[in-house]
């Protein structure tokens, strides 16, 4: 099971706060008592660019190896553009880390608070939580147990935290002369600095000793190696309107002030880019899609990111990812806000909705399953999309930018886009069944559908039913799996479309509920319609559908039959999936029979397609399964392996029941048939 490691890269150039950090490694050392009773927390408060984040990240990279559980890290976005992280779903997203599958995951915020602290029990793993509004904000986040450590950082104090929480306070102070110096010293170089003690006495007393307001004077002087200090100390004495509120303390005019000083030395280009980019919505942003919301090709936009980086207004997170201290973020926007006109960042965040929904709508049909269509308005895209090399290259680009996609959906409809928030979320669907069973996808789903019901669009509205009924079927929500599914295929009658394979989803719900009369009448009503309309994919998933149902009532004969037929289908078509589930299907028929040659034949199939798409439940159920068939002839130290395997795999996926029956099954031989599968 992997190691969460979530830190962000550790701060160059960091200087002094020695004070600070030993103050944080005596609550390293408390906590690695056996006896300690309490949770340590420790809250990090002071004033603007005084270098909260910046102590708190690079300290947590020094005692790192002593967190073996791993480390957690979330900027909760308390101060800032946009609205704070909620803990609900900052809570989802650390528990995915923590390899919890998404629809596992409870809904409610006091479920999901008592789930992480379960997990978190008799472990060690660092959590820390950036940027902090208020203590409701990170309390549902403390531990309940002993040996993990909370670090936060916060404008705030957090009394509250610290009152009833157990909370360590450490209150950051500007940096001392000296340490100020060695902070421009290790940007700046030794003769550099030495050749001008006057201007970097200077310099330092107009940033106000703050150590965000320092490195972005030192980072301009860097970029000018042939230009005096005294010029950059004369140009911030002059500022002295906007620069003194420095020593003020003033949350807001303390960083404009220093960011007002950056952005006007700036190119045009590079102006132009900075304000821009703080409209994207996203946490980070790429130099593919930069260049779409600029409308500059990537080679430029290479460029002009690494102007920006060089200036410190924007740092690369990871090669070719770039993302903006919150602050800076904010002053982005004020620029656009009083340098673009409302069509001109309209315009440009348009360009980069639409490139993301084209790019992800090529990622999301790598393997083929696409088979949405964008409405004509969205056809096509002027902006440049590129191609991906395989498979792999393609979900490893949804895999990083789906905090992006998520992002982008949200905004859409901000900016009444709502054409791209409906039909991002259908265009991701083949992702989110691949990766996630509908975890996050659902959440978009819902947005989608709400946004697609404002320009009364039935087609992608019925698209998105149809995606959030198969996410209440995976969640084992079956009569709301139903609703939504018989709204979709109210919405394609409309449209004067049969709807076939939402008869098949309706047929699979009500076998789920025992409503086995019904799932007949509908998936028998899907098989014809679909060999009547060609649409052999459909007739697939009928088939297998009508399979299970008949497994569930063990008739084992008829199941098999209409396996056999729909691993035809699936074959003649190269549907993979398709083809996995009703191989493993027959096969468990054949095993119930006890048929255990024709069993094993099948499940072997089964589970090389399986690990070939790469799908983890089905690949631990065929394991399961073909090792109770290997036991059942007699190869124990065989059927061992497989459920081994098997057991590997329920525990990355965290399914408990499974899990307990796997146990159960390699110590005692409790050898019971495993159930037909909980997938469709």
Not at 42 to 54: C, L, M, Q
Not at 498 to 526: K, P
Not at 564 to 587: Q, T
Request: hydrophobic share 45%; aromatic share 8%; proline share 5%.
């Amino acid at each position: 099971m992997p190691t969460p490691r979530q830190l962000p890269r550790d701060i160059a150039h960091f200087a002094g706060r020695m004070r600070d950090m030993a103050t944080l490694d005596k609550l390293v050392a408390a906590a690695e008592f056996d006896n300690l009773t309490a949770v340590i927390v420790s809250a990090i408060s002071g004033t603007p660019g005084v270098g909260k984040t910046a102590l708190a990240v690079h300290w947590a990279h020094q005692v790192r190896n002593r967190f073996p559980d791993g480390d957690l890290y979330v900027n909760l976005q308390g101060y800032g553009p946009g609205k704070p992280l909620s803990p609900v779903d900052v809570l989802e997203n650390f528990l995915m880390a923590m390899n919890i599958p998404p629809e596992r995951i409870p809904a409610h915020l006091d479920m999901r608070a008592a789930m992480f602290r379960t997990l978190l029990n008799q472990r060690r793993v660092l959590i820390v939580l950036d940027n902090a509004g208020n203590a409701e904000q990170v309390r549902p986040f403390i531990p309940g147990s002993p040996g993990s450590l909370v670090i936060i950082t916060s404008r705030s104090l957090l009394p509250g935290l610290v009152a009833l929480d157990s909370g360590n306070r450490i209150i950051l102070d500007t940096l001392s002369p000296d340490e100020a110096v060695a902070l421009l010293r290790g940007i700046l170089g030794d003769e550099r600095v030495d050749a001008e003690p006057n201007a970097i006495e200077s310099i330092i007393r107009n940033c106000g000793f703050l150590p965000l307001a320092l490195r972005i004077a030192a980072e301009n002087a860097a970029a000018h190696p042939h230009r005096l200090l005294a010029e950059l100390a004369q140009e911030l004495a002059d500022e002295v309107s906007r620069l003194d509120a420095l020593s003020t303390g003033d949350e807001v005019t303390t960083v404009r002030s220093v960011f007002s000083w950056s952005y006007r030395a700036l190119r045009p280009e590079l102006a132009t880019s900075f304000r821009l980019l703080g409209l994207h919505a996203g946490p980070e942003i790429s130099i593919e899609a930069a260049a779409a919301l600029t409308g500059m090709t990537s080679v430029t936009m290479r460029r002009v990111l690494d102007g920006l980086a060089a200036t410190h207004l924007i740092e690369e997170s990871v090669r070719g990812r770039y993302r903006f201290h919150d602050l800076l973020r904010s002053y982005a926007v004020e620029c656009a806000s009083v340098d673009e006109t409302p069509e001109a960042r309209a315009e440009a965040v348009s360009r980069v909705l639409i490139w993301y929904l084209h790019k992800a709508a090529l990622a999301a049909q790598i393997d083929g399953n696409q088979t949405f269509k964008l409405p004509e308005s969205l056809e096509s895209s002027p902006l440049s999309i590129g191609e991906f090399d395989n498979r792999e290259a393609a979900l490893k680009w949804l895999d990083a930018e789906l905090g992006n996609l998520a992002a982008a959906t949200k905004q859409a409809v901000e900016y009444s886009r709502y054409d791209v928030a409906s039909c991002l979320p259908v265009i991701l669907q083949p992702y989110f069944r691949l990766r996630t069973p509908f975890g996050p996808g659902l959440s978009l789903h819902l947005i989608g559908l709400e946004a697609a019901q404002m320009v009364d669009d039935l087609r992608v509205s019925a698209e998105l039913c149809r995606g959030i009924g198969v996410a209440f079927f995976y969640r084992g929500q079956y009569e709301e799996s139903l609703k939504y599914q018989r709204e979709a295929l109210q919405n394609y009658r409309s449209l004067g479309l049969e709807g076939e394979i939402l008869l098949v989803n309706i047929g699979s719900a009500c076998a789920a509920l025992n409503r086995y009369d019904e799932s007949f009448d509908y998936l028998h009503r899907a098989l014809i319609i679909s060999r009547r309309t060609g649409n052999r994919n459909a007739e697939g998933f009928a088939l297998q559908s009508l399979g299970w149902t008949c497994l569930r009532l063990e008739k084992f004969e008829e199941s098999a039959d209409y396996c056999r037929e729909s691993a035809a289908v699936f074959r003649e078509i190269g549907n993979e999936l398709g083809l996995s589930i009703a191989l493993g299907r027959l096969a468990y028929s054949c095993l119930r029979r006890r048929d255990f040659k024709s069993a094993i034949d099948y499940f072997q199939q089964a589970l090389g397609i399986a690990r070939n798409i790469g799908d983890d439940p089905i690949k631990a159920w065929i394991l399961e399964a073909l090792g109770t068939s290997m036991y059942e002839i007699g190869s124990e130290d065989i059927a061992h392996q497989f459920w081994r395997e098997s057991l590997a795999i329920y525990e990355s996926l965290l399914d408990d029941s499974r899990i307990t029956r796997m146990q159960n099954v390699l110590m005692n031989h409790d050898v019971q048939p495993p159930d037909p599968g909980p997938f469709t």
